[in-house]
């Protein structure tokens, strides 16, 4: 997962900045120390995310339209690519829909994180995602957030198991 190996960098680099003691980091410039380091872990989380759900969709293409040649499946895919932004769930359902899947995520679940929460944490970390790179105040679901290293640690753990269930989750329907 080098990809999250890459967000470890960051969250230990915030630690050294911070002092990685409990609680909010000091106020310098009028900003939390270490906050830039949250928001860049917090999108290479969701782009870690993304690059999952791209290389899984890629993965059930041949075994969806096995009929479709090497060069078909890959006009597919670039053509499903234009349509295709940051993994939140209305992106990921819309994407397999059309390999056919009616909710790519029905089912979806793990140890102490039951289906509506796998949705709901994806939806929160790219709203969190698109406020960042849109420099906009940090809000979720219009409420005011404030991003935390505990937050973000949450967000990497619940990354690294989803990267790890979510592409057999998918390709074991797509063999039925």
Not at 88 to 111: H, T, Y
Not at 132 to 144: D, E, F
Request: hydrophobic share 45%; with cysteine.
């Amino acid at each position: 997962m080098a990809a999250l190996d890459d967000v470890d960098e960051i969250l230990q680099a915030h630690r050294l900045v911070t002092g990685g003691a409990r609680g909010a980091p000091p106020i310098a410039n009028g900003a939390r120390l270490g906050a830039s380091l949250l928001r860049a872990a917090t999108t290479m989380i969701s782009a870690a995310l993304q690059t999952e759900i791209e290389e899984t969709f890629r993965a059930a293409l041949p075994l969806i339209f096995d009929h479709f040649t090497a060069d078909e499946q890959e006009r597919y895919w670039q053509d499903c690519k234009k349509s295709w932004g940051n993994p939140n769930p209305q992106n990921v359902r819309a994407l397999f829909f059309r390999l056919g899947f009616s909710d790519v995520f029905d089912g979806l679940s793990w140890q102490k994180c039951v289906s509506a929460n796998v949705i709901s944490t994806l939806d929160t970390i790219n709203q969190v995602r698109n406020r960042i790179a849109h420099g906009q105040p940090l809000t979720v679901n219009g409420a005011a957030f404030r991003l935390t290293r505990p937050a973000v640690e949450r967000w990497r753990a619940y990354a690294a198991v989803f990267i790890q269930r979510f592409d057999p989750f998918v390709l074991e329907q797509c063999a039925e």
